[in-house]
């Protein structure tokens, strides 16, 4: 009697338990039966597959630990550790107090790649003018039928010659850097760089602070080796330090990545005196400044150069200057100054993840920073911007509009709250012959309501198919009522 009793209650409470779920269903609901041990690789696994198979969409909130493994009747700890992994693996971003949410990334790589088509108008790569590659064809060929050249082609130098890195510092000079030649790596480009730090300099699960829109190419390479990005809100200024330091008291930060001559993707200029607040909010809470001047060249001919964070930051700062935008993509060189405590760390990981920079993409940029071409093309590439970005302000009359003297490669189209999604968009323009990249693309964190287009002025082939580009850009997006 009393055992038929506790059946039927049993019965009564796996109903009733049933369908509480299926009354209040989840926004998740994978089927325990198809998870097999461990269980919390499965789990992860099977959110991979409803991401890719889009079940799971972008900024979906996933249940909480507890309401899942009721839900699938296993152990809190194994949830705990599914969900953990899932962020770890870029699936997915936690919010304190919020809860766990699928990520804007998740179904897709963010990474920027060419994909020139005689057909399309690129308006996406950020890339640096092109045009301009046929003003080094005299120094490729002089290096060429140089009598040392087979000794650029071995292993030797793997951080760049004397010789290399001492044009490299007179070169720094100008844009404002003093630093000495042991503090100098010539790298194999910015990304190189980016990723030579993050490798020699931090450890998985460490916590970067980075502006809410950055660099979508950082934001890939921090998932790769799960290192951490934490958003910082912004302003026309440039990052915020009140919400730097409330960051710094609530997580464990370890260092932070700015590019604080022109941010990628908004384009925004950071004023002497937010770098100056910001340098302050460092230097208290030690973090490790990882400093992207891509763009440093604009600034060289000025006598009021801008002032660089690292060289307000000496001690706990690397510095990237890339050469690709300011001499030529292709030609796959950046120069990394650092403080002598990080020095050993740098080489070692340059030496692991290079073997050696290419002494011949360097002694082509060394040969044309002394014969005076790199400085020609750097001008040329100043006047075409310039051009550009008279172009763009013609176009798309806007707020953009009152920075049209500087030349910047990018440009920043807000759009109007609409309904379409990111990739949707992105997919529209593509086919109507337009590449461009949506702001998704650079958010890390959570979607917020503001969204925009990264206009690159730099990235057709000649300046003169910039108009037409834009033109019918405008023309489609307001046929949309996007803008």
């Not at 309401?67 to 699936?91: H, P, W």
Request: proline letters at 3%; one cysteine or more.
């Amino acid at each position: 009697m009393h055992y038929n009793i506790f059946q039927t209650y049993e019965r009564l409470w796996l109903d009733m338990s049933v369908n509480i779920f299926e009354q209040n269903s989840l926004t998740w609901m994978p089927k325990r039966k198809t998870l097999k041990r461990p269980i919390y690789k499965a789990l992860v696994n099977r959110m991979e597959n409803d991401v890719n198979e889009g079940i799971l969409l972008p900024g979906t909130k996933l249940p909480s630990q507890r309401e899942l493994a009721d839900f699938l009747d296993i152990n809190f700890t194994t949830v705990t550790r599914a969900y953990k992994l899932s962020e770890q693996l870029g699936l997915t971003y936690g919010l304190i107090g919020k809860g766990t949410y699928i990520a804007q990334t998740a179904n897709k790589t963010i990474s920027i790649s060419s994909l020139y088509k005689d057909s399309l108008f690129e308006l996406g790569l950020n890339s640096s003018f092109e045009q301009c590659n046929n003003m080094l064809n005299t120094t490729v060929a002089d290096v060429a039928n140089k009598s040392s050249l087979e000794s650029l082609l071995n292993y030797k130098n793997a951080v760049g010659t004397v010789f290399q890195r001492q044009v490299a510092l007179n070169y720094l000079v100008k844009l404002g850097i003093k630093t000495k030649i042991d503090n100098i790596a010539i790298t194999s480009g910015g990304q190189n760089a980016l990723t030579i730090i993050l490798l020699g300099l931090f450890n998985p699960n460490d916590r970067i602070a980075v502006d809410r829109f950055t660099y979508a190419n950082f934001i890939e390479l921090a998932k790769m080796i799960n290192i951490k990005l934490v958003p910082i809100d912004f302003d026309s200024e440039g990052m915020r330090p009140e919400y730097l330091d409330k960051a710094c008291k609530n997580s464990d930060l370890h260092g932070i990545y700015l590019m604080t001559g022109c941010s990628n993707p908004t384009g925004i200029r950071m004023s002497e005196k937010r770098c100056r607040l910001l340098a302050e909010v460092i230097k208290k809470n030690k973090l490790i400044v990882i400093e992207d001047d891509y763009l440093g060249f604009i600034g060289m001919g000025k006598e009021n150069k801008m002032v660089k964070l690292s060289s307000l930051l000496p001690d706990q700062s690397v510095y990237i200057c890339s050469m690709s935008k300011p001499v030529a993509t292709g030609l796959r060189v950046g120069y990394l100054v650092f403080p002598d405590d990080y020095r050993q760390a740098l080489q070692q990981s340059l030496c692991n993840i290079n073997v050696k920079t290419s002494s011949l993409d360097a002694e082509i940029i060394t040969q044309a920073l002394l014969n005076g071409s790199a400085y020609k093309i750097m001008h040329k590439k100043i006047q075409l911007a310039l051009k550009a970005n008279t172009i763009f302000s013609n176009i798309f009359v806007a707020e953009q509009t009152k920075h049209k003297n500087i030349p910047a490669f990018i440009k920043w189209l807000p759009l109007k709250k609409n309904n379409i999604g990111a990739e949707a968009i992105e997919s529209l323009l593509l086919a109507n012959g337009i590449r461009v990249f949506h702001s998704d693309r650079f958010l890390a964190g959570p979607k917020i309501k503001h969204e925009f287009l990264r206009i690159s002025l730099s990235a057709t082939k000649t300046i003169e198919l910039l108009e037409p580009a834009l033109m019918k850009l405008k023309i489609v997006l307001e046929e949309q009522n996007l803008i």
